[in-house]
Antibody
Framework: QVQLQESGPGLVKPSETLSLTCIVS????????WSWIRQPPGKRLELIGF???????YYNPSFKSRVTISMDTSKNQVSLRLTSVTAADTAVYYC??????????WGQGTLVSVSS | DIQMTQSPSSLTASVGDRVTITCRAS??????LNWYQQKPGEAPNLVIY???NLHSGVPSRFSGSGSGTDFTLTINTLQPEDFASYFC?????????FGQGTKLAIK
């Protein structure tokens, strides 16, 4: 059974960098697609981007200049970095495996608040 | 970006009822539409993929239909564990986008 678990600071200051990690168990990350998705309070889910083919990336143009998704195959984890955060980046952040455009499975998500 | 609009945003129903949730795309997406269930504090789970296909392990009381721009998720004979939020997602083109969600609550 594939399981994903997000982790990282729950509070980030404005203008700083948000960094999250998704540890994957039950699957090898190297040859799959792995995504980050977020949901701001009261708003819809939003794809941030995904990583595939052991290093290629797609980023939602809404984030493209601020986001980096990377992987560490030795730790079987996928990471997210989002720079220059503002209050609008407050959200629950999810990682999920992507296959044929489907997100499955997902992690439980981690809430990140941006506040001074 | 393709805009996905769900209706209703919320609804109440009783155990044993049949409910239908609608998702409309801002342009044709063929049948590249997926449905997810999410319970509070839990990870979302895939329910239906490619508009009509039941994901492995999902009860047969769930069904999906539609193509083009209009899609529906139907749950027959609601069970207590079905009370959750549901949202649609298109994978027709990038960026993949989601509906705003429908919260199904017990009456």
């Amino acid at each position: 059974q594939v399981q994903l678990q997000e982790s990282g600071p729950g509070l980030v200051k404005p203008s700083e960098t948000l960094s999250l990690t998704c540890i994957v168990s039950g699957d090898s990350i190297g040859d799959k697609y792995w995504s980050w998705i977020r949901q701001p309070p009261g708003k819809r889910l939003e794809l941030i981007g995904f990583l595939y083919d052991s290093g290629k990336t797609y980023y939602n143009p809404s984030f493209k200049s601020r986001v980096t998704i990377s992987m560490d195959t030795s730790k079987n984890q996928v990471s997210l970095r989002l720079t220059s955060v503002t209050a609008a980046d407050t959200a629950v952040y999810y990682c999920a495996r992507v296959a044929s455009g489907l997100f499955d499975p997902w992690g439980q998500g981690t809430l990140v608040s941006v506040s001074s | 970006d393709i805009q996905m609009t769900q209706s209703p945003s919320s609804l109440t129903a009783s155990v044993g009822d049949r409910v239908t949730i609608t998702c409309r795309a801002s342009q044709s997406i063929n049948t590249l539409l997926n449905w997810y269930q999410q319970k509070p504090g839990e990870a979302p789970n895939l329910v239906i993929y490619s508009a009509t296909n039941l994901h492995s392990g999902v009860p047969s009381r769930f069904s999906g239909s539609g193509s083009g721009t209009d899609f529906t998720l139907t749950i027959n004979t609601l069970q207590p564990e079905d009370f959750a939020s549901y949202f649609c997602q298109q994978n027709y083109n990038y960026p993949y986008t989601f509906g705003q969600g429908t919260k199904l609550a017990i009456k």
